[in-house]
């Protein structure tokens, strides 16, 4: 694997231009293209790929560049594209569709603040509004880790006994716009990742069909509960892609949670994203303290790794959640999942859940933010409503 100096934008369109020349022996790659700040970079790569078998189509809307997708992938295509935002919000009806037509599509989503009023800075309320949507969704830390669960993401979107579309977010401009280096894999790593492409319910035109047609409740019913019954199925079809990596690629990614100094933790912080490398060392400086501390790095969003978490957290009594966004009325959409997964309670059997919401809009999380964090966290005997952590005026 060559190493390569990139930003995160251009690592992201090197490998989804790497995956989608992979499927050049079966029905080839489609993606539909418009660009928003921060992702333009990633389509803009794209556009200037010549594959062997496919092509990138310039289009008027995100809405239309998800139906191109749809369409791709209908027709057996490896399916691929990039939004961020307002975009996200514009391309929503199309989103749910092609998690509904059951279609392997992958997109990168760049976290960017919804508007108005309009800021384009990092925030994850724009990804996370669709968490509803019958997508997996996966959260990356730094540039590494973009490209390799770009490759993951495939494979387990593309399984058969899975089937659904992925969304890997990353934050925008702290990874986006930034370089690091990464070992970038080459054609011939990617051709022996990824199978083939097969959507075996594919249009054919010896065999008519119409797709997302009217139904019946009982049928809309049991449509979903296989949607639920494929989601369920993810965590061990991902760890089996892992195993698949390292066997080609000689190194193994973090799964659904990667944990930091868990197992005799007292408390334990929640965090995704960039949040989670700077977290880490917060945790380490912590710990060579003294202090029984530990982290949990939350990749895999949806479906939501409940019964790893537990696992995870273990015996500590006090957990807190690092949310770069916010449902109104609700707190932090990653401290809801947390409390879901303890009963649906932010305090159950003397174990403390507490929300912290930091970072929105883009301000910055700083060590310093995090040391005030796991102070309050250390402090807490009882939990309260979400603790803000604001940019000052």
């Known amino acids: 694997m060559p190493r390569t100096l990139l930003t995160g934008n251009h690592a992201a369109g090197r490998v989804l231009a790497l995956a989608g020349e992979a499927n050049r022996a079966a029905r080839g790659c489609c993606g539909g293209a418009y660009p928003i700040t921060p992702q333009t970079e990633i389509i803009e790569y794209l556009r200037g790929v010549n594959f062997t078998r496919g092509r990138i189509v310039p289009v008027e809307s995100e809405h239309s560049a998800m139906a191109v997708c749809i369409g791709a992938a209908l027709a057996g295509a490896r399916a691929f594209t990039a939004s961020s935002a307002n975009g996200l919000s514009y391309m929503t009806e199309n989103v749910f569709a092609a998690g509904y037509y059951r279609l392997p599509i992958v997109m990168i989503a760049v976290n960017r603040t919804l508007g108005p009023p309009w800021n384009i800075w990092v925030d994850q309320g724009d990804s996370l509004a669709l968490r509803d949507a019958a997508w997996l969704q996966f959260y990356t830390e730094a540039h590494q880790d973009?490209?390799?669960t770009i490759l993951l993401a495939?494979?387990?979107a593309e399984d058969a006994r899975v089937l659904l579309?992925?969304?890997v977010a990353l934050d925008g401009f702290v990874v986006s716009h930034t370089q690091m280096v990464v070992d970038l894999p080459t054609q011939e790593q990617v051709d022996a990742f990824l199978p083939p492409c097969r959507v075996p319910h594919a249009l054919r035109a010896d065999h008519p069909a119409t797709v997302g047609g009217l139904t019946w409740p009982a049928e809309t019913a049991h449509h979903r509960r296989e949607i639920q019954e494929a989601m369920e199925r993810v965590p061990a079809v991902l760890e089996e892609a892992l195993d698949a990596f390292?066997?080609?690629?000689g190194r193994r990614p973090s799964g659904a949670l990667a944990e930091t100094q868990t197992?005799?933790?007292?408390?334990?912080l929640i965090s995704c994203n960039t949040m989670s490398r700077t977290l880490r060392d917060v945790i380490r400086a912590r710990r060579e303290a003294g202090e029984k501390v530990g982290m949990i790095n939350c990749k895999l969003f949806r479906p939501f790794p409940r019964q790893a978490l537990l696992d995870s957290i273990g015996q500590a009594t006090r957990v807190g959640v690092l949310d770069r966004n916010h449902s109104p009325g609700s707190g932090g959409v990653f401290w809801q999942e947390v409390a879901a997964t303890f009963g649906g309670t932010a305090q159950r059997d003397g174990r403390v859940i507490q929300d912290y919401i930091v970072g929105l809009g883009g301000g910055d999380v700083t060590p310093a933010v995090l040391n005030e964090v796991v102070d309050d966290l250390r402090r807490r005997n009882h939990a309260a409503a979400p603790v803000w952590r604001e940019v000052a005026l």
């Open 263 to 268: 197992e005799d933790a007292e408390t334990v």
């Open 146 to 148: 973009l490209v390799d």
């Open 154 to 156: 495939f494979r387990v």
């Open 246 to 249: 390292e066997r080609c690629f």
């Open 165 to 167: 579309p992925a969304m």
